[in-house]
């Protein structure tokens, strides 16, 4: 027999890259338009500012590093928009710049780049805005306010239903509310329906693993059953999956195949993780938005992930072995 040598890798998919991120970028897009619709062109300049910085870090860490950029490369560009719909729609253009600075640079170039970094660049930069700047990420206009695009912004700011929770109350938003996004909340957050829409779209064309998302959100959903901190049943779960990030972040940021493990089981126990040290850090850390946090505690815990999990299916595929071989052995006697 003869055997032709080739270059990895030797699995492929029909999705590429591009294309994985092109399906990504056309449903941020449209949560860019509703944040226009919302909080009109400033939101679009805010989503600008974040793209423009990190398409153009990245280019920049790509020459240090002695190499050439890549134009079909459209990484940055996810990274840019997940970082600015997360954010205030009056969130400074300092910060949401300063936020795309440190994903690109401090978290995606020092591990290697485009396919190498260990933890999510868009989570890694708004968590970086939260820390340094909390009291501008976390207040927020009310839809439909009048918000200048430059100058000072004297808008009204208030807290988001994920805040009401924090603190031990009850958000007094209805599902109309709640379903459509309007309330005081992230800009690209808000709209339950949308978001909702974009993962089943996303699961259709295979572009994310519902191994992921559905397990993270089945396990927020079993914490909050069993801890509830407003309403009881359905109605506290309710609230819990719609307020704050915590879809946005199953939909957007948990998906990422770069920093996800690579069997559907181990996508499983992943999201399963990252759903209880989310609720976790809802419940006992300092700040409302707990999923870009958890999702870079569950980034740090997918080589173990990984490892267990195939050595567990090793074990598993040597005892079938040896099952198939303890029956076959009696037929060769009998044939001897």
Request: proline share 7%; charged share 15%.
């Amino acid at each position: 027999m003869k055997l032709n040598r080739r270059a990895a890798p030797h699995i492929r998919f029909p999705e590429s890259n591009r294309t994985l991120m092109s399906d990504m970028i056309i449903l941020l897009l449209v949560l860019c338009v509703l944040a226009f619709l919302y909080y009109g062109g400033r939101a679009l300049i805010v989503c600008a500012v974040s793209v423009v910085t990190a398409v153009v870090c990245d280019a920049l860490c790509t020459l240090i590093r002695g190499r050439r950029p890549n134009p079909r490369d459209l990484s940055p560009v996810v990274t840019g928009l997940i970082i600015a719909l997360t954010m205030p729609a009056t969130i400074p253009y300092y910060v949401v710049a300063s936020a795309a600075v440190f994903a690109i640079a401090i978290v995606k170039h020092p591990f290697g780049g485009t396919g190498q970094n260990l933890f999510n660049p868009g989570a890694a930069g708004f968590s970086f805005a939260a820390i340094c700047w909390p009291g501008l990420v976390f207040m927020y206009p009310m839809p439909f306010d009048r918000i200048p695009a430059f100058g000072e912004v004297t808008a009204q700011l208030y807290q988001n239903p994920a805040f009401v929770l924090k603190v031990g109350g009850v958000p007094t938003n209805n599902l109309t509310e709640l379903l459509f996004g309007n309330y005081p909340g992230p800009m690209g957050a808000t709209n339950i329906l949308v978001i909702l829409a974009c993962l089943v779209y996303l699961i259709f064309r295979r572009t994310v693993r519902w191994q992921l998302p559905l397990p993270f959100l089945a396990a927020c959903a079993a914490v909050t059953l069993l801890f509830p901190r407003a309403g009881t049943g359905l109605q506290a779960v309710f609230y819990e999956l719609m307020s704050g990030t915590l879809l946005f972040g199953a939909v957007f940021v948990l998906t990422d195949p770069v920093t996800s493990p690579k069997r559907d089981s181990s996508m499983a126990v992943y999201g399963v993780f990252a759903g209880v040290v989310a609720m976790l850090f809802r419940y006992f850390g300092g700040y409302e938005e707990s999923m870009p946090f958890a999702v870079l505690i569950a980034n740090a815990f997918v080589p173990l992930i990984d490892r267990y999990n195939e050595s567990l299916h090793r074990a598993i595929r040597r005892k079938h072995l040896e099952a198939r071989k303890a029956k076959t052995r009696p037929q060769a006697r009998t044939l001897v």
